[in-house]
């Protein structure tokens, strides 16, 4: 009779209560609540990192291109202004004027915009306003993102 009763006092108390539980669930969806912001400005602020590289790594193969034709390096038509005529002639390999067998590429690849997913760049040319969405063709002298998005910076993406 005794073990009967411990059996019961001990069955009763080994579980949880619906107060317990509920206290549980409100603290877990508080957290929950608390990391959601979190999470999504550390995915925003890494995207914005791989823009501003992509960026870099495009507008610095232009001004490369440029330097390497000022130098005499590559061959450039008459009246242009050296800069390349599209960004795939960046990934192409071009012959170095005077070295025989002598190639030169200035990216391996057309980066990807993390902010479209796409490798399409909005582009200028020297002769277009700095701040038109219109290329005019003639060149290649700077590579935008094409995102309708704005920067934590408060900053449109297509003004990087």
């Known amino acids: 009779m005794i073990q009967r009763l411990s059996n ?13 539980l509920v206290m549980v669930c409100a603290v877990l969806a508080t957290l929950g609540a608390l990391v959601l912001p979190v ?11 791989r823009l501003r590289a992509a960026l870099r790594e495009m507008r610095n193969a232009i001004d490369e291109y440029k330097r390497f034709v000022d130098a005499g390096l590559l061959e450039q038509e008459l009246g242009a202004d050296g800069y390349p005529t599209e960004l795939e002639q960046l990934i192409e390999p071009i012959d170095l004027v005077g070295q025989v067998d002598k190639q030169m590429r200035f990216l391996r690849r057309i980066p990807v915009d993390p902010m479209t997913g796409e490798a399409e760049w909005g582009l200028r040319s020297v002769q277009d306003d700095w ?20 920067g934590m910076d408060g900053v449109p993406y297509k003004l990087w």
């Not at 999470?39 to 990192?49: G, L, M, W």
């Open 8 to 20: 019961r006092v001990h069955s009763r108390g080994s579980g949880f209560s619906l107060a317990e």
């Open 39 to 49: 999470a999504k400005f550390s995915v925003k602020r890494s995207k914005e990192v």
């Open 131 to 150: 701040d038109e969405d219109s290329w005019g063709g003639e060149n290649v002298y700077d590579v935008y993102s094409l995102s309708e998005g704005t």
